[in-house]
């Protein structure tokens, strides 16, 4: 008798782990359909991964193709930059929040083919996800479901923000950010636990700042990480700095081109 209970107790147990297991996989897997409304907050029943996604994960890749393994980050694998070190006669355009786009701007971007790192929230993204959509040369990337203040709120919201926020942008756009852009510059050493659960590799600060006019006497280096915002009046200074670049002999790349 004693050795049935035994048995019993033992099938129970392989079954539950078996369908914890299926669960975690269903989470971790989980994909937003491409025109879902993002919500601006996250759900708080949505667990962010976790460690414990990692074994689950090398199983999946091995028997699923249409989804890509998750890059396993530690956060000592976290690099913060605000420049990136060339000589080639380059810089990088990063675009920030604001809630304006325009047909003005698309006209500018795309008469230069400029290539524009964009670092948005998901709901901008989503309500303008035709014209960004649009874009030939733009890769968009991590700043927070909520332009949260990463500094001063708890790891776990830091996980859900930076997570949720790329599974958005998955979901819009079909790829993964791998970069992080923290609103406000607000950045500490914390920040790299989240970034690493959420496999974002790269803090991306900036050199130079261009708000609502551009300085006659500016001049970039090679390597500049330039930061716009989508704001009304963004076409004239942006196009100002492309022909600025184009006098100081500068190209914009793409920074997926040399962050990977
Ligand atoms: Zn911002």
């Not at 990063?94 to 083919?113: F, N, R």
């Not at 510059?185 to 991306?204: F, T």
């Not at 989508?230 to 920074?255: D, F, I, M």
């Amino acid at each position: 008798m004693g050795k049935i209970v035994k048995f019993v107790c033992v099938a129970l147990t392989a079954v539950l782990a078996l369908e914890v297991c299926a669960f975690s996989n269903v989470r971790a897997e989980d994909t937003v359909p491409p025109d879902a409304p993002p919500t601006t907050v996250a759900p708080t029943t949505t667990v962010a991964p976790t460690t414990t996604v990692a074994p689950t994960t090398k199983t999946v890749a091995s028997t699923t193709t249409t989804t890509t393994p998750r890059r396993i980050l530690k956060p000592e694998d976290i690099i913060k930059i605000s420049k990136i070190q060339t000589n080639k006669p380059i810089v990088f355009i990063t675009i920030d929040d604001g809630v304006t786009v325009s047909p003005e701007l698309a006209k500018v971007l795309d008469k230069y083919h400029t290539p524009v790192t964009t670092f948005a929230m998901p709901e901008m993204l989503w309500r303008a996800r035709s014209w960004y959509r649009a874009r030939q040369n733009m890769t968009f990337e991590n700043h927070t479901n909520t332009h949260a203040h990463m500094t001063s709120i708890s790891p776990s919201s830091q996980v859900i923000e930076l997570c949720w926020s790329n599974k958005i942008i998955k979901g819009l756009f079909h790829e993964s950010p791998i970069m992080y852009r923290p609103p406000r510059g607000e950045w500490s050493q914390e920040n790299r636990i989240a970034m690493a659960k959420c496999g974002l590799k790269y803090a991306v600060l900036w050199s130079v700042a261009i708000e609502s006019s551009v300085p006659e006497n500016l001049v970039f280096h090679k390597g500049d990480i330039i930061l716009f915002h989508y704001l009304r009046g963004l076409s004239t200074v942006l196009e100002q700095v492309l022909n600025k670049l184009k006098e100081q002999k500068l190209q914009p790349a793409l920074l997926r081109d040399y962050l990977k």
